[in-house]
């Protein structure tokens, strides 16, 4: 199916008035691969209509990070929405979604100060600012959002629930490269040996993974390893963190904890910033 195509907020309210029953919304920043592709198939089961929004939201993008390069590639964005199935997508310039510089924004609080919020301060801000944004243009009845971005999803997560927004948001699974490497636009910024040094996230992951058994230091101390090697390596791993954290709140956890935790990782490689995470279980389901 051909979607129909709105640039500006008149277009967008008269595509959307025209939507019957319920509309699912994808948020993008364009450079659309697999992992885009699994949430718009995922949007068609939970509403009768998929939206995708295609913007590179300057807000979120902090000094000296990439929004300049960022990947921009509509035509081909185009195409996979068509290919998908989404009956909407709405490709906002700058000067529409902000038609005047914000004065009153989304503060993430604390939750957006912790984990990648050390590493890039006011991206979660700008984030929410985005998404808020867009709740309030498309209405939509659902959102999807990716679970490779944990720490995001908590906080659109929270940020509905403590501002009351009329919209279900669902995760949908992370999607990976068969070597393992999570899908993510910035992957085209890698060469070949950068990419093979990126691998070490997924690794230590793995590692955590298979050593969760032992409990959350075991865990922990499985990854680091696999991410040590790593800062070797050449070129090296950059390692900007590595945490266990609450999923919902995204603090730390201890030994002692039981119950459901995500083990999250970012990192550098050359000038690219990486991200990726792995949601484990500690203790038997009683005594979690």
Known sequence: MTPVIARTRAELAAARSRVQGTLALVPTMGALHEGHRSLIRAAREHADTVAVSVFV???????????ERYPRTLDDDLAVCAAEGAGLVFTPSREVMYPAEPQVTIRSGPMGERVEGITRPGHF????????????????DAAIFGEKDAQQLAMIRRMVADLDVPVRVVGAPT??????????SRNR???????????????????????SAAGPAAAVEAARAVLDKAAAE??????DYLVLVDPATFTEIDDAHRGPAVLAVAGRVGTTHLIDNLPLRFGSPKES
């Open 189 to 211: 910024y890698l060469s070949e040996p950068e990419r093979r040094t990126a691998l070490s996230l997924s690794r230590a992951l793995r590692a955590g993974e298979d050593a």
């Open 175 to 184: 999607v990976r490269e068969p070597d393992g490497l999570a899908l993510s």
């Open 57 to 67: 939201n300057p807000l979120q993008f902090g000094p000296g990070e990439d929004f």
């Open 234 to 239: 050449d070129p090296p791993l950059a390692l």
């Open 125 to 140: 801000d700008g984030m929410l600012t985005v998404v808020m944004k867009l709740f309030q243009l498309v209405r939509p």
